[in-house]
């Protein structure tokens, strides 16, 4: 059985903390090469100096984010996730698909899939035109949410190329990504 590489969360912490002091500073090559530091004490990524590194131009931005940024992200987030992006930021897409599907005509809807589904906002807003609900979501955290608010008859911890690619032949009438793609 493979060995977990423990990491060092006080070495990640200081490395990662030099490493956007020095960005902020705008000494980005050292602010680069701190965070390669970063990197080699958490490989996996967790808090995206991949992504910084490439912001900065200084190295190849990588096709997605990593996984374990955008699951760390959003697991420190959930809890107040809806409050910032409905109350402080309006965020009002899942009611925007609701509206364009009624003014096509469309639905009701055997199967939904709901990626990123989050809180379970896409899910609140579709739910009485969705007979069953299937929604994931990569934050283990936000999940724990959406399950609180009995939207969904399933709801998965997944990456959502990785889900779609496992359930290719998974009949859903109508899928939604509301907030996936930036990510």
Known sequence: ???TKKIDEKALAAAYNEALALEKAGEFDKAAKAYQKVLALDPEDHG???VRIASMGLGETPPKAPDAYVETLFDQHAAA???ILVDQLEYCVPLMVRERIQALGLGPFKKFLDLGCGTGLTGGALRDICDEMVGLDLSENMVEIAHE???YETL???EA???LEDNEDAP???VAATDVLPY
């Open 149 to 151: 608010k009995d939207l």
């Open 1 to 3: 059985m493979a060995k």
């Open 161 to 163: 190329a990785d889900f």
């Open 172 to 174: 859903f009438d109508i």
């Open 156 to 158: 998965y911890v997944a």
């Open 81 to 83: 996730f809806e409050s």
């Open 48 to 50: 995206g100096a991949a």
